[in-house]
């Protein structure tokens, strides 16, 4: 069983509707969070500048969905996330490195996490971070997500220790961020919770005829 970053800590609450999502081929979102998670790092990444990155969002959204009332003030909430966007990787100093790379973590027997990282960053220091863009809180408490995200920058940077990474959550709903830098410890804690996870929902999909 395989189970993403993205769907991991959805999977611990809800193992059960996590595999009938798996069964079903539904836990893939998209739409204008999407369009402008994309649009914002090609920004931060210097692959076209701010009014530009403006203009290509407003024309990726008005070619990909409907030309309404609705979905106007949409696309300028999206723009309202680009503008913030800029101001917080120009705050904090950092520099788009990738928008994300393949992840490939085998937990034994068959069992494993993959899909796509959240995007690499690294800042003025020299330190590499981790930046996800989200509409969703995170309890840094008990997620799953961030501490295998902080775990695998440093495994493709090729660090030698995890705890130098530092992961940064970036509200789009609410224009704000927050950063945090798990131990070591604590990663090992939240790869062995993982791995129940996907063997929870392993037997919660074999159930489904």
Not at 13 to 30: H, T
Not at 31 to 39: A, I, P, S
Not at 71 to 93: M, P, T, Y
Request: hydrophobic share 40%; glycine share 6%.
């Amino acid at each position: 069983m395989k189970l993403s970053t993205n769907q991991l800590d959805f999977a611990s609450q809800n193992p059960k509707e996590m595999a009938k999502a798996l069964k079903a081929k539904g836990f893939m979102r998209g739409g204008f969070n999407k369009v402008t998670k994309e649009v914002c790092l090609s920004y931060a990444k210097g692959n076209v500048t701010f009014k530009d990155a403006s203009y290509l969002l407003d024309i990726r959204l008005s070619d990909e969905f409907a030309n309404n009332a609705k979905n106007a003030k949409r696309r300028e909430a999206c723009q309202l996330v680009l503008s913030n966007f800029k101001d917080f990787i120009q705050e904090e100093g950092l520099q788009c490195l990738k928008n994300f790379s393949i992840i490939k973590i085998d937990m034994g027997n068959n069992d494993s996490i993959g899909g796509q990282s959240c995007a690499i960053f690294q800042n003025k220091e020299g330190q590499y971070c981790g930046v996800i863009l989200t509409e969703q809180e995170y309890n840094f408490a008990i997620t799953l997500r961030i501490p295998v995200e902080q775990y695998w920058i440093a495994k493709f940077m090729k660090l030698n220790d995890s705890s130098m990474v530092k992961i940064y959550v970036y509200n789009t709903a609410e224009h704000s961020y927050q950063w945090i830098q798990y131990p070591g410890d604590r990663i090992a804690i939240a790869f062995k919770q993982s791995k129940v996870v996907i063997e929870q929902v392993d037997i919660e999909f074999k159930k489904i005829a």
